[in-house]
């Protein structure tokens, strides 16, 4: 046991060392650290017997590692591909962090100890709980049971745009029989989950131009439109009064789960007054008559992420902005199509403008929803596995974040996802103050360590 929690602490000590590297992969500013995070990683790996390399793309590099597994049975068993992201959101707003964001702090909380960073639960917890149970595994039996592939990417936050190219090029050397993915949550503390279905993302920036230069209020005002008027305007009118969205065609695709999908979510005993006292909320908004668990795992949504224009200054400018910016996201469901909906938003903006203004649009990235089989013998393995950890069946769940990457391993590597992750509701992802439970942490490496010998049970 004392060697066990000696084991443990070194492997927060490494978690640690990786979340000091600020690898925020959607500002240019932060390449140097990216590529440093990347390199780490292969260190890691290389010292678990893996062959890694930092695979140069025309974006962030791909840390891509094998490991043939041991033994003489190895190559009979399946073929394991581990996917997780090294990058990170950006910090900001730096003002509401309690510690620096990249200076990772132990400290105690409700549930025990917990570790607080940029990362720490998305994902380079997760990661290094893929990573840890190697190390455990080559602790005990020299290497993994199973031919083990990791491809851990560094653009998730921001697009994954290398990451279908990268694919194409290594469908080769990243094929196996299925692929598991650490960047979910779990139920609750004490009971793990299989997230079944994530939802897809369109995400658009447009600018609405008016005026070659900002003018002053007073000479022009009245005379000319605003950008940030018309803008607003805009926005205003993507949502009808039962808060669905206005845009023509959008709900195409769009079907209901089924009706045992919905007992089965209605059973699950989810709690409102906890999801929205957790954020200081009473009442949940959104599409009427849905309940909260449907409104994120089940229907699409628009929102804007951000929005500017114009004075932000502090006091009083008058003035009329000769432009203004809003970040506009799709989350997306069941089959409804990314390309369609981006176009179906521009043509929306445009049939909305006065004359006097021109929209101008950016695409950020488009994926659409998955849904993964609950059927696979992989899953059943996994179900087997996290009951040895947890004492109790994980439960089957949605979620209403995205991955791209799951989309395009199904699409490119023609394989299942298998998701398991060991994130929380309270984790605060994306926002001050990350962190990650230390209990998460090891039941993340105990877990992956497990559900590797219940593969390896398996017959490739
Ligand atoms: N790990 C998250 C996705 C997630 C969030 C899963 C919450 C389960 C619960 C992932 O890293 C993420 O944040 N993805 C982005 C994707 C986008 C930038 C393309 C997202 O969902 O916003
Ligand atoms: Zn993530």
Not at 31 to 50: H, I, K, S, Y
Not at 99 to 125: L, N, T, Y
Not at 131 to 158: D, F, H, N, Q, Y
Not at 372 to 394: C, I, N, W
Request: hydrophobic share 40%; aromatic share 8%.
């Amino acid at each position: 046991m004392a060697q066990a929690d000696q084991a443990f602490a070194e492997s927060v000590t490494r978690l640690e060392d990786f979340l000091r590297i600020p690898s925020v992969s959607t500002d240019p500013s932060f390449d140097n650290e990216t590529r440093r995070c990347a390199q780490w990683l292969v260190e890691q790996l290389v010292e678990l017997g893996f062959t890694a390399e930092a695979a140069p793309t025309i974006g962030q590099p791909m840390v891509v590692a094998h490991h043939p597994g041991v033994g003489a049975d190895a190559a009979k068993r399946p073929r394991i591909l581990y996917y997780g992201h090294y990058d990170v959101q950006p910090a900001d707003p730096l003002e509401l962090w309690n510690s620096p964001p990249f200076e990772p702090q132990i400290i105690d909380g409700p549930r025990g100890k917990r570790v607080v960073a940029r990362g720490a639960v998305d994902d380079k917890g997760q990661v290094m709980g893929i990573v840890e149970a190697l190390r455990a595994w080559k602790t005990l039996a020299g290497g993994p049971p199973c031919p083990v592939t990791l491809m851990i990417e560094g653009e998730e936050e921001s697009g994954s745009r290398s990451l279908e190219p990268f694919m194409l090029l290594s469908k080769e050397r990243l094929a196996a029989d299925v692929c598991v993915v650490s960047d979910t949550g779990m139920w609750d503390i004490t009971t793990p989950a299989i997230t079944t279905r994530l939802r897809g993302l369109v995400y658009m920036e447009v600018t609405i131009h008016g005026p070659t230069r900002d003018l002053h209020s007073g000479m022009y005002g009245g005379a000319v439109a605003n950008p940030i008027n018309v803008l607003a305007q805009i926005i205003a009118q993507l949502h009808d009064d039962n808060r669905r969205i206005t845009i023509p065609g959008f709900y195409d695709g769009v079907g209901e789960p089924a009706p045992e999908t919905k007992a089965q979510w209605n059973a699950l005993g989810f709690s409102d007054t906890e999801f929205l006292g957790d954020i200081g909320l009473t009442d949940g908004y959104g599409e009427t008559q849905r309940s909260t668990l449907e409104r994120t795992w089940s229907r699409p949504t628009c929102d804007v992420n951000g929005i500017f224009g114009g004075y932000t200054g502090k006091g009083a400018k008058t003035v009329i902005a000769a432009h203004a910016t809003a970040k506009v996201s799709f989350r997306l469901v069941s089959k409804q199509d990314p390309e369609k909906i981006a176009e179906a938003f521009e043509a929306f903006v445009r049939a909305r403008l006065p004359k006097g203004c021109r929209a101008e649009f950016e695409r950020h990235g488009t994926n659409p929803a998955i849904e993964v089989s609950e059927q696979s013998r992989f899953l059943a393995a996994a179900d087997r596995g996290l009951r040895t950890v947890f004492g109790k069946s994980p439960l089957l769940i949605g979620s209403g974040g995205s991955i791209p990457a799951v989309g395009s391993i199904g699409r490119i590597l023609n394989m299942d996802a298998l998701l398991v992750g060991f994130g929380l509701d309270d984790d605060c992802v994306h926002s001050p103050n990350e962190k990650f439970e230390l209990e998460c942490y090891r039941n993340a490496i105990k877990s992956h360590a497990v559900l590797l010998g219940e593969f390896a049970q398996l017959a490739r």
